[in-house]
């Protein structure tokens, strides 16, 4: 806002005939004090009406010139001010449908109008509001950061897809739920164990909207838009793939009772525990506990979610990440973004500069040093990704096949800058079993790591045929095969599992979904030809997203 001397005249000289130009006004009504404004500042601003365009500027706001908002560039402002600017542009357009509130300021008032707009923050009580306010940091600003934040890092309110282990669950625009692929503890949803090669829907979630997805080794977790978490396939949180089997099984969407009174956001399942996000920012865990690994005691059998405790306990959360018995989490604070890890810290996947084993959620210090703000976090059975804030990628973790694009397969135990994609800015990055997948902002897809079961996308020529469709990538490559398609990527999903045939997908701006690699049980979504059980050319599923 303009920063105008208060109670200070100030002579001008004026222009008759332009509104732009008119004499110096006083006004005596706002807090006792008379304020002049001085419009020859008002003839350098650029005379467009602020709609959150970024170009460096004055405006201004709502029906009064002299209320001015002094707008710099996107490289001079950081995430806080830049939304709060936007926020102010927005609210200043249309009638807020709130009633004021004296003590905060203009840019607080947009924030928290701009916050009653999302889907998560909307259903929520005053007192809910506050109390995620405070956690936070005590600024609407900051509340709005974390919303924005957590809808960055995954699609929510969007369509996706989930390339789970041997079988596939895709959620369209309006929340409807469709899956196919492996089906032997009936983790399809369908009330079989039948496998489908087509995508299906699942009918008994009708009348219920989801947002988000995840899947384990014969298990499909969901999440609807009223934060109620549902399951179905093996009836444990904590199984691997061929371990302890759990008791029984669902072949139908059943809601986790246990979550009652945790608005869930996200779930990620990992080797031996599942993770829940509440929209509040807390993270709650499933089982692994036997050793207190998560810092707390559990069995495998365990139907109770425990509050993951540490430093996270009081540091709001906006995305999970769960790898082989290790979980990452992605924090919003009032000093910027970082990432805390817990579990097994074999191959130096922590990040902490060694392979020691953390019990409690630790921060990884290393990138501040890089002076890099992490926006998106990806943990692969072995190794894990983040893509900053300026677009670009570290990996690190054992870093086998190639896995972590350095040009050997050498282990990293801190977060190291991928220098092969060198201008390249990234906005989207996913990790599997020695496997990664990096988006960049134009849409292109690279890839690297191990090649098994053509899920790298890459087709190799004529001479080279089968064999580089196969080969590991020490550094990233370009997709070329999904570039051909002519269509802008917005988002890859692969397998991450050790014991399962990797798959992958590609999902456009335009809402095409492309699979390929492994489909002996039906997860492309298409039916291959008797001698095959792979797909290296990217093919078109069959599915409505809308």
Known sequence: MDTTTVGEPVEMNTTRGDPWHTPSIEYSAIGEKSVLIEPSQITRCQKRLCYGNPSQGE???????????????????????????????????????????????????????????????????????????????????????????????????????????????????????????SNSSGQLGHGTTEEEWRPRLVRSLQGIRIIQATAGAGRTMLISDAGRVYAFGKDSFGDTEYGIEGSRSATTPRLVESLDGIFAVQAAIGNFFTAILSREGRVYTFSWGADAALGHQTEPQDQRPHLLKGDLENVPVVQIAAGYCYLLALTCQPGGMSVYSVGCGLGGKLGHGSRTDEKYPRKIEHFQQLKLQPVIVAAGAWHAAVVGKDGRVCTWGWGRYGCLGHGNEDCESVPKVVEALQGVKAVHVTTGDYTTFVVADNGDVYSFGCGESSSLGHLGTATEGQVHRHANLLKPELVVSLKQRGERVVQISLTNSIFWNAHTFALTEAGKLYAFGAGDKGQLGTELLAYQSERGNPELVDINLD
Not at 146 to 166: D, N, S, V, Y
Request: charged share 20%; proline share 5%.
């Open 59 to 181: 405006f201004p706001l709502a029906a009064s010139p002299y209320i001015v908002l002094h707008v710099l560039t996107e490289s001079n402002l950081d995430p806080q001010d830049l939304a709060s600017l936007e926020a102010s542009c927005r609210f200043f357009r249309q009638s807020a449908n709130f009633s004021p509130d004296f003590d905060l300021s203009i840019s607080e008032l947009a924030a928290l109008d701009m916050c009653q707009r999302t889907a998560i923050f909307k259903p929520m009580t005053q007192s809910e509001r506050e109390l995620l306010k405070e956690r936070c940091g005590g600024s609407w600003k900051l509340v709005l950061r974390f919303l924005r934040a957590g809808e960055t890092c995954f699609r929510r309110e969007k369509c996706q897809a989930i390339a789970g282990p041997g079988h596939s669950v895709v959620v369209t625009k309006s929340g409807a739920v469709y899956t196919f692929g």
